[in-house]
């Protein structure tokens, strides 16, 4: 599902270049780049901090978004640095909420209709993996903020919520709140370059304009999960 180069280097580094060259061209106060956690790949360093650089493998099957996310923070900078536009660079972990596409392919989204269907949940690996999950307002909250720090914050700065659980924890807890009949089904093997842990280090953020997530999962899952009942 990650080989779809065309559109990832039409999006992070022509629609980049794009909307460089247009902030310039109009005179735009300053521009935000929606960075991930991907940029960290499989990371070495737990928690992610913005000062690590990184595990990718160029090569592989994630390496053409991950790469291309990469490239795109650097033509922020250098756009920055050559033409002093205002930049701020944020680095979006896991997030979710509601009224995400049925077909988003991610995790909770796939969790829930499944459990919403009593079908089996799809697990890769043996669901050791970790991901931390971000409810979507208090992502655009730490948004928000970030583009109203000083003119000389650039960052870049972790966005998401930093509290961790497997992916078997994410499935046992889907289940359990949507009262599913559904079993766990392990295929055993982890996807291609999967990161194993993943979690962002959020002091930056926390320093830099005092934010941090307030949505715990189950909360956040509540609300996705009323969504989802509500379009099924
Ligand atoms: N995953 C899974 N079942 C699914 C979708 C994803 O077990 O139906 C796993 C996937 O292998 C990965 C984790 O959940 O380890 C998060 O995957 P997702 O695509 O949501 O996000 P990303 O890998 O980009 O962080």
């Known amino acids: 599902s990650y080989i779809a180069p065309d559109s990832y280097v039409d999006t992070n580094i ?19 780049i929606t960075s991930t956690s991907e940029v960290y790949g499989d990371p070495e360093v737990h928690p992610q901090t913005e ?18 996310k990469r490239c795109a923070e650097t033509l922020f900078f250098d756009y920055h640095r050559s033409h002093g536009l205002e930049i701020k660079v944020i680095r979006i972990f896991n997030t979710y909420g509601p009224r995400m ?12 209709l ?33 583009m109203n720090t000083p003119k000389d914050v650039h960052g870049p700065v ?4 930093p509290t961790e659980f497997t992916i078997k924890q994410l499935a046992e807890q ?13 295929s055993g093997e982890f996807r291609e370059d999967d990161p194993m842990q993943r979690q962002p280090d ?7 304009f005092d934010w941090e997530p307030v949505v715990e999962l189950e909360a956040g899952l509540d609300k996705i ?4 009942k509500g379009r099924l």
């Open 14 to 32: 022509k629609g980049t270049l794009n909307v460089l060259n247009a902030a310039g061209k109009e005179g735009c106060e300053k521009v935000v």
């Open 51 to 68: 000062e690590y650089r990184g595990n990718v493998n160029t090569i592989g099957p994630r390496a053409c978004y991950d790469e291309g």
């Open 101 to 112: 596409a049925f077909n988003d392919g991610r995790v909770v989204s796939n969790f829930i």
């Open 114 to 146: 499944q459990a919403l269907k009593n079908e089996d949940l799809y697990i890769d690996g043996d669901g050791s993996q970790t991901r931390s999950f971000c409810y979507v307002d208090d992502l655009v909250d730490g948004m928000v903020r970030m």
């Open 158 to 161: 972790n966005i998401g919520n």
């Open 174 to 186: 889907v289940v359990a709140l949507t009262n599913s009949k559904s079993e766990l089904n392990y």
């Open 202 to 208: 959020i002091t930056k953020a926390k320093e830099l």
């Open 225 to 228: 999960v009323e969504d989802f």
